[in-house]
């Protein structure tokens, strides 16, 4: 249930994937979407420059290989939609899902040195990743590191083949 109050403005309340565009996915992948969702709703710092509005809710959809941002606010109007492309992340989601597949390898067999600095290359990716968006949505979209980090948990998972 989203929330109302001077407390939330500023804040997403409400994130919403697409399914037109993006779909269903396996029951792995719709658990890391979920999840992914759940902590960008329950920790965030989300605004539009100009606007003092909120609460927002946002809807995620890919289109063309773009990744569609759309704002609203909790009565559903539409306050700004963004596109970006998602072909500047290509290359680091290539080697982001590696690591991953190196961690979750290394985490039956490796040594608790090994899978820290595997665990460590991969944190570090992910906030490459964080910053990359938070660049891409400079002057668009205001949040924090910790926000755009959690909005790029969720491209992962849109993007994460199970």
Known sequence: MPHTGARHRGRLVSVTLDEES?????????????????????????????????????NVALREKKLVLDVRTLEGEPIVTHILSLTPFR??????????????????TAPPARIEAIDMGRRGLHNDGAQLLADRLAGKIDCD?????????????LHWKG
């Open 22 to 58: 993006i779909g269903r996915g396996n029951p792995d992948q719709e658990h890391e979407r979920s999840i992914a969702i759940f902590d960008l709703v329950e920790q965030n710092v989300f605004g539009v420059p100009g606007r003092d509005n909120g609460p927002f809710v946002l």
């Open 91 to 108: 290359r680091l989601l290539k080697d982001y899902f590696e690591v991953c597949e190196s961690y979750y390898a290394a985490i039956r």
């Open 145 to 157: 590191f910790d926000t755009a980090r959690r909005l790029f948990t969720l491209v992962t998972a």
